[in-house]
């Protein structure tokens, strides 16, 4: 899923004398972050290697309100999306509840 990841990055970043197929992308398995670079941008691990189609990648952290917006838009154009609970230091689900964030992976 992380086509659409690629697609948003070559059009923000490309530079225009560049070809759409000399712009590779790398995946860190450790934080699920795309990389235009041989080295993650999140945690410094040097053992990149090639985006696969089937890779869920981090996209963004948003509010649970927010996600749900986010996934029914998603989920109505075929996407696949999913958001993985995150709670700020020392939060708990029993205090935050629903209120705590979401981890956005396409």
Known sequence: MCKLLI???????????ESWQDFKMLFCEKCNVLAT?????????KKLRAVDNEDFCHF??????????FEYTLKENGIDVVGM????????????GNAGGRKVYI
């Open 7 to 17: 697609l948003m990055i070559k059009i923000c970043y490309i530079d225009k004398n």
């Open 37 to 45: 670079e041989s080295v993650c941008p999140s945690c410094g691990n």
């Open 60 to 69: 963004v952290n948003m509010s649970a309100f927010e996600f749900e917006m």
């Open 85 to 96: 609970p995150y709670y700020p230091s020392g939060v708990t689900y029993a205090l935050a």
